[in-house]
């Protein structure tokens, strides 16, 4: 099965410097990988996913990388804020349409300092 | 909308006891899921169900059961608990059909088996 790895397990950035956290896969099948934010107490929510026919995708001050070769894809925060402080999960799935059977990465939690 | 909705919110069990976390989406979504989320080990996927009546094992499956005989409920039971199950479990829902999409999760349910 699949198996995703992600890094580092924690993150500390001061507020406006960019944060950025990598995830390997292993499964070349994979081509679906979303992440997810986790604030305290809550569920986590889908921030951004690419597919594997596309190399970057930005959405406003996030933006994801896939290199498929290599097998790994990264989150990237620009001008970071007190609010990104969270937990974020990266994730992989092969997509087949039926139930996602997404594989998560053990999570990395973001500390955003003032 | 609600989204979600998962009780109870938090539960302290005995060993060998028996317990249903219940689940219920007003997305009219057709599959369900049940994650476990432990320090360390991030999400981790215990059952799924495609659609109404079609349930499916996931990664950590042992000691649960589901059942799924509506669109909308996906109760979690767990038999005869153990400590090891002392986690926080989330139900999520998803569309199906085409290709993987994004996942919706409740808050969680924080159960505590002694």
């Known amino acids: 099965g699949e198996n995703v790895e992600q890094h580092p397990s924690t993150l500390s950035v001061q507020e406006g410097d960019s944060a950025v956290i990598k995830c390997t896969y292993s499964d070349s099948a994979s081509n679906y990988f979303p992440w997810y934010k986790q604030e305290l107490g809550k569920g986590p929510q889908l921030i951004i996913d690419?597919?594997?026919?596309?190399g970057e995708k930005k959405d406003q001050r996030i933006a994801v990388t896939l290199n498929k070769t290599a097998k790994h894809f990264s989150l990237h925060i620009t001008e970071t804020q007190p609010e990104d402080s969270a937990v974020y999960f990266c994730?992989?799935?092969?997509?087949?349409?039926?139930?996602?059977?997404?594989?998560f990465g053990t999570g990395t939690r973001l500390q955003v300092t003032l | 909308t609600a989204g979600i909705t998962q009780a109870p919110t938090s539960q302290i069990l005995a060993a060998g006891r028996s317990m249903t976390l219940r689940c219920t989406q007003d997305?009219?979504?057709?599959?369900m899921y049940w994650y476990r989320q432990d320090l360390g080990l991030g999400l981790r996927l215990i059952h799924y169900s495609n659609t109404a009546g079609t349930t499916g094992k996931g990664e950590v499956p042992d000691g649960y059961s589901v059942s799924r005989a509506n669109t909308d409920d996906f109760p979690l039971t767990l038999a005869s608990a153990v400590p090891s199950q002392t986690s926080v479990y989330f139900c999520a829902s998803s569309r199906t059909g085409g290709r993987t999409g994004e996942l919706f999760f409740g808050e969680g349910s924080r159960l505590t088996v002694l």
């Open positions: 994730a992989g799935d092969r997509g087949t349409g039926t139930a996602s059977k997404l594989t």
């Open positions: 690419i597919r594997s026919n596309v």
């Open positions: 997305m009219r979504h057709n599959a």
